[in-house]
């Protein structure tokens, strides 16, 4: 029987670090991320998103996240990709986590983004999941740099960037809602990679992969490769969820401006009041 994962191989990814469980959000996950972002995710005035996304009506928000994940999967093509992967911890839903690329198998760069609801900050869940989607890129696509984002000021996202290895990259003026910030650019490579000492558990990669046209033979690497450091990515049999936070019961590269999560990174990195790497959000207005 037709599966929505055989139609939609990348539904079927499923990223599980020692506390989170990071996997696509479905149509039936929006209300819940809905429901978490409504519930606050940095200080009001003070955004770590290029694109105020956070600050529309209650009444637009959903509609706009909505819109965005639909918008991401409409033009995810292997020359140009965003997945959007939610993050659940222990069986609920507290953030996003995006990783992209753009002419992935020429460029092997990744970029990322992300955001957190206020009440699990401070607790590193927010370096736990990027470290996750480092992980993935480097061990299991092949990806040789990994870039990202934040306004100059925020020293929480700058902060877990400086924790997992990443190199200053240079800086530049964008608008930022109605003023011009400094954002602050960083660059991660293998090479200088903090490695989490635990191992990413990966389920669904082959498949995703595929449609993403990302091979282990494009990627130049094998499983001997992804076995040969302890804290190297570890794959797990879709059968096999035992100890996966939230359990299988608990059913997400800025690009521009008017675009959600775009522009600008905003990632939660969960140690500081607000999440910012990258803009990661739905636009403050309809696209």
């Known amino acids: 029987m037709t599966t929505l994962g055989s139609v939609w191989p990348l539904f079927d990814l499923r990223l599980t670090t020692p506390r989170l469980e990071l996997r696509p959000i479905r149509d039936e996950d929006i209300p819940a991320a809905v429901d978490a972002a409504r519930s606050g995710i940095h200080e009001p005035g003070k955004s770590p998103f290029s694109t105020p996304w956070t600050e529309v009506p209650g009444e637009e928000l959903g509609t706009n996240m909505a819109r965005w994940y639909w918008r991401c999967r409409a033009e995810c093509s292997p020359e140009s990709w965003t997945l959007l992967l939610g993050i659940w911890h222990e069986g609920k839903f507290i953030g996003c986590q995006d990783v992209g690329a753009k002419e992935f198998a020429l460029l092997k760069t990744v970029s990322t983004g992300s955001w957190l609801k206020q009440s699990v900050q401070g607790r590193g869940l927010g370096k736990e999941m990027r470290a996750a989607v480092v992980l993935w890129?480097?061990?299991?696509?092949?990806?040789?740099?990994?870039?990202?984002?934040?306004?100059?000021?925020?020293?929480?996202?700058?902060?877990?960037?400086?924790?997992?290895?990443?190199?200053?990259?240079?800086?530049?003026?964008?608008?930022?809602g109605p003023q011009i910030e400094t954002v602050q650019h960083v660059r991660l490579t293998p090479n200088t990679f903090k490695r989490p000492d635990w191992q990413l558990q990966v389920e669904g990669h082959e498949a995703a992969a595929k449609f993403l046209k990302v091979t282990d033979h494009e990627a130049g690497y094998g499983p001997s490769r992804r076995s040969a450091s302890p804290t190297r990515a570890m794959r797990r049999s879709p059968s096999d969820r035992s100890g996966a936070p939230g359990g299988s019961g608990v059913p997400r590269v800025p690009r521009r401006a008017c675009e959600p999560w775009e522009g600008t990174s905003a990632l939660s990195d969960?140690?500081?009041?607000?999440?910012?790497?990258?803009?990661?959000?739905?636009?403050?207005?309809?696209?």
């Open 270 to 287: 969960g140690e500081g009041p607000w999440p910012a790497e990258r803009n990661h959000g739905p636009p403050a207005t309809s696209a």
């Open 137 to 176: 890129a480097f061990d299991w696509l092949g990806a040789e740099v990994a870039e990202s984002e934040a306004a100059a000021w925020n020293e929480a996202s700058l902060g877990v960037s400086r924790s997992l290895g990443y190199e200053l990259n240079g800086t530049t003026r964008k608008a930022w």
